[in-house]
Nanobody
């Protein structure tokens, strides 16, 4: 079992930056692939970024490539999402998720409760 708690959301102006954190509890964090997703009002949840258990593989949605960076610190059981050059269309609730396996995939087994990111124009 893995429990996830996101933090770091808030209100920022367009062009600004935020860093989201996701603290995980559970003995197997270091063996879990991790991902970030987001859901804007009235829209379906969408993939943002993912990283394999050892950080060797990373994937990004086209909409955030070059602006967002996913990273992890297995010693701290934490995964991060650095968001730069934020745009109003990045406004959403951001969710952290974990897979039971170490490789990136489509299915995620554990989810956090989300943190709100609002980008003003």
């Amino acid at each position: 079992q893995v429990q996830l708690v996101e933090s770091g959301g808030g209100l920022v102006q367009a062009g600004g930056s935020l860093r989201l954190s996701c603290a995980a509890s559970g003995r197997t964090f270091s063996s879990n692939a991790m991902g970030w997703f987001r859901q804007a009002p009235g829209k379906e949840r969408e993939f943002v970024a993912a990283m394999s258990w050892n950080g060797a593989s990373t994937y990004y949605a086209d909409s955030v490539k070059g602006r967002f960076t996913i990273s992890r610190d297995n010693a701290k059981n934490t995964v991060y999402l650095q968001m730069n050059s934020l745009k109003p269309e990045d406004t959403a609730v951001y969710y952290c998720a974990a897979r039971r396996g170490g490789s990136v995939g489509q299915r995620y087994d554990y989810w956090g409760q989300g943190t709100q990111v609002t980008v003003s124009s």
